[in-house]
């Protein structure tokens, strides 16, 4: 669609899409099932401008800031579009010194000056998902909740046993490096190095410690020792009792949030989807606690629980046929929102705020959703599903159309009555906009549809008062294939029945403010004249 | 807030906002409340990018495209931020063309660099709802059901009685023009005067023509006589008797439309909420029939149905309350948004497309909902209703908390282990982050948020299996006011009997892609290994 060779470029942006159709549905089922769950543990939400002050936004990304978007100098305030909502989130925290806690998720596009690959997913506008806790609790109680979230929301999209929640803390990393001999100067650069281990084998990882960053090679092999090692509690056991560490006030106390996080975590039952991984540092400076990041099939090269990653980075014998587009991703191990092949990353980072602030610091923890790359996975492992080929784009539950023979006049009055008696009684209703449509080709938009219903108006029925309902689809044979007949006077009754939805309640109707709807509460408002 | 003079400025950037609050949960349902109309008359929603390129901007707007946002040129195409919603529709139509026929709806932010009056709702960035239908239909039905649908949308905001659609026809206007002798060269300037009579007398209007715009007296009178009307059927059956009208081709058709129209209308049954108001005209250049703008409770001087408006723009004796953001409104005449005063606005486009594709014509009609003064009104609306001053911002169902005396413990793991199991019903459930929370504390947080019910664990209740839960808020005196002993086992059955929903039920469950949930429709992937 690029290619066009017209005066006048007919296309989005590079690095854009427009979304649409079957995609858009299950982008909101997506939305609407991550946004159940943030509300089952009682988040509320804020919506923050797509674009902030550019110096709200200097000095957070490092060197990821040239891929900043900014607005052109039109006069008036420079602006940048934001580039992702945990800055932002920060910033209204800071401005908004009252609010001491809060628990909120947002859900909404950031932007990205990156050179895009489309068909990995990766696009210069794009949908983040964001929830975070910010306050100050009792230890670690925030960050248990925020894994048991994660729990929940890969358990409604149904990835039950098909992921993994990675977990580390950067105290324990940060002990390491102490405890191992990493000079000051260089944590950073190690600590990058360590965070490639879930794509590189461990080879590949020292020889960048050792070689490109000058660290000692006794150093890097103490290191190996330990961010090599994944397992579950009985990992933290291990290290609990590692006397090195323990002497480290630093590792000393990340393993002591870990001991009652997995305590936490076996109260809330999700410790079984939990790998306690050492080589995860995440690449963001803010971080200051517990570290996390949701794998699932294919997201990166498997290996079995425990075993050093020696062997990783070597292709499988058979790639999975539905991460061919996890697969092969570029490092983006700087990237705020997701890890290498990653489907949700986060952490505790509770200095964030205080850097606009000044005075006040809160406590904050939170996890990303990246939203577009389990929409990629959803959608692949739909179409995996030959049920879910017929996905509809629309919710219509009854089609209104009209037949008759030598003189039919298309009967528009009466099926636009019809028509607005269904939706009146809140049900979904379509009609031809055709004064004379022909039969099959309103069953034919019904079909295509996939309406499940059609009231069918001819003048011999409606003479007697009646008219037929059938459910469309039944197979030759079906006693009810040619459908039945109903009394006009029952339509609603009859159609609701059939949809199975209470009589005369809508969806809009059935709740508002406070139970209340939106029509009843206005009502209420004492009149003014 | 922008006042600050820190070396860093905390603020948004000037005409944005962020939704917090009360603010963002009213602003969501009334997003819900239109979302279900729209979906009530098969319509489905497409997203387009924020940014579009440049080109696909440029002449569209008229001399309102100064207020276009650009992005800084980076290197690469050079982009602006959407305007509205209508162009990127269009542009998408045109790139899509074997989608023949569509009703879209889409709410979005919009951009435009307007001199920004918060307290009068005009911002830089806000919300627009639009619906369109494209596609070649019989005359004027998609018209009547865009009318129909907007009724709908007010009817569920609890509107009924407070509005008027105001209906005219660009080509009733253009014979108008014609059969009186505008010269064609004066056309547009005389309609966008016209245009003006919703606030200003007609003396003005006519002064405005003849002084500023050059038009012969008599022709401004002759005009007068027509556009100062307004009324109902009434009104259509006396310009369908008007001889000069019915010679001029332009005026015929249009008065064919407006009859057919208001058949439709009454058979949809919201003729009732239909003003024919001939001094319509509305600012885009691209309508090319109908045109409606919707005006509520003193979003515009109010005259009686049919009257002429010599004496509007006068004040009224009393100004309504809550209609102080609305009122005293600048000239947005050229706003494709929404009109002067008006909170919705459209008509039929039928050669936009066109612009885009140069190939094929797909006709047009649709609306765009001002939400932002939606919301706005709204707010005012609840505020004024005692009741809605507790509107919840999260929608917790119940807060599990714990008491007990000296040695206590605070029963962390139990309340964890409650608030779990609730989870997992999908009941919306908080607990206090302190280990040993007090119970005033607890009481206060579940009070604060409104919290319907409490679940009260207490040593000696545990012991026996069971557990209290208490209904907040019952008056003193009450039989249950201090909670009822419950059996363990049964917590669930219990909370979901009180909370009224049924059990096992979590709303991301109940539906999903074709009312299978996503949880489902994963699990019945065929396993690849």
Same mark, same amino acid.
């Given at each position: 669609m690029g290619k066009e060779k017209s005066s006048f470029q007919l296309k989005v942006p590079k690095g854009t899409k427009d979304w649409e159709g079957k995609d858009m549905v299950i982008r909101d089922k997506i939305f609407a099932s991550i946004t159940d769950v943030f509300k089952r543990h009682g988040a509320v939400t804020i919506d923050t401008p797509v674009f902030e002050l550019k110096e709200i936004l200097s000095g957070k990304y490092g060197e990821d800031s040239k891929l900043i978007y900014d607005l052109a100098d039109q006069g008036g305030e420079l602006c940048s579009l934001r580039y992702d909502l945990t800055v932002p989130f920060a910033r209204w925290l800071a401005m908004n010194s009252?609010? %001491?806690n809060i628990k909120r998720y947002h859900i909404a596009k950031v932007y990205r000056r990156d050179q895009p690959a489309m068909t990995k997913g990766r696009m210069r506008e794009f949908y983040q998902c964001d929830f975070d806790i910010a306050g100050t609790y009792d230890p670690m109680l925030p960050d248990a909740e925020i894994i048991r979230i994660t729990c929940e929301i890969f358990q409604s999209l149904g990835w039950e046993g098909r992921y993994t929640i990675k977990i580390n803390h950067r105290k324990i990393l940060d002990g390491i490096f102490q405890v191992c001999g990493v000079p000051t100067d260089k944590l950073r650069a190690i600590s990058s190095a360590v965070d490639k281990l879930d794509k590189s084998p461990w080879a590949e990882v020292r020889r960048e410690m050792t070689e490109d960053k000058g660290l000692d090679a006794e150093v890097a092999e103490r290191i190996g020792e330990y961010v090599t090692l994944k397992g579950g509690k009985e990992l933290l056991e291990r290290l609990l009792k590692d006397e090195k560490l323990s002497a480290n006030e630093s590792a000393k106390a990340g393993l002591a949030d870990m001991d009652l996080l997995f305590t936490y975590l076996q109260t809330f039952d999700v410790l079984d989807k939990i790998s306690f991984d050492m080589s995860l540092a995440r690449? @963001?400076?803010?971080?200051t606690g517990v570290i996390y990041e949701v794998v699932t099939e294919g997201s990166a090269p498997q290996t079995s /629980? !425990?075993?050093? @990653? %020696?062997? $990783?980075g070597k292709k499988e014998s058979k790639p999975k046929k539905h991460a061919s587009n996890i697969d092969g991703e570029e490092d983006r191990s700087n990237d705020p929102s997701v890890g290498v092949g990653s489907v949700a990353a986060g952490g505790r980072y509770d200095n964030l705020v205080s850097m606009f602030s000044g005075k006040q610091q809160i406590p904050c923890v939170g996890i990303s959703f990246g939203v577009d790359r389990i929409f990629s996975i959803t959608k692949q492992r739909l179409a995996a599903? $030959?049920? &879910? &080929?017929?996905?509809?784009?629309n919710e219509v539950d009854v089609y209104v159309m009209a037949f008759g023979g030598k003189g039919f006049d298309g009967l528009l009055p009466q099926r636009m009555a019809v028509a607005k008696r269904l939706w009146d009684a809140g049900v979904k209703a379509e009609f031809s906009w055709k004064v004379k449509p022909k039969l099959p080709q309103q069953f034919k938009a019904a079909e295509v549809n996939g309406v499940p219903f059609a009231i069918i108006l001819g003048d011999e029925e409606l003479a007697a008062g009646k008219c037929k309902i059938k459910e469309m689809?039944? &197979? /030759? !044979?079906?006693? /009810?294939k040619d459908g039945v007949l109903i009394e006009m006077e029952n339509l609603e009754a009859e159609v609701l029945k059939r949809i199975g939805r209470p009589a005369g309640v809508t969806d809009s109707l059935a709740e508002g403010v406070n139970g209340m709807s939106l029509e009843e509460a206005a009502k209420t408002e004492p009149k003014t004249s």
């Open positions: 009252s609010i %001491q690449g @963001l400076d803010y971080y /629980e !425990g075993q050093a @990653l %020696q062997s $990783a599903d $030959a049920s &879910a &080929a017929a996905i509809r784009t689809g039944l &197979a /030759e !044979g079906h006693p /009810e």
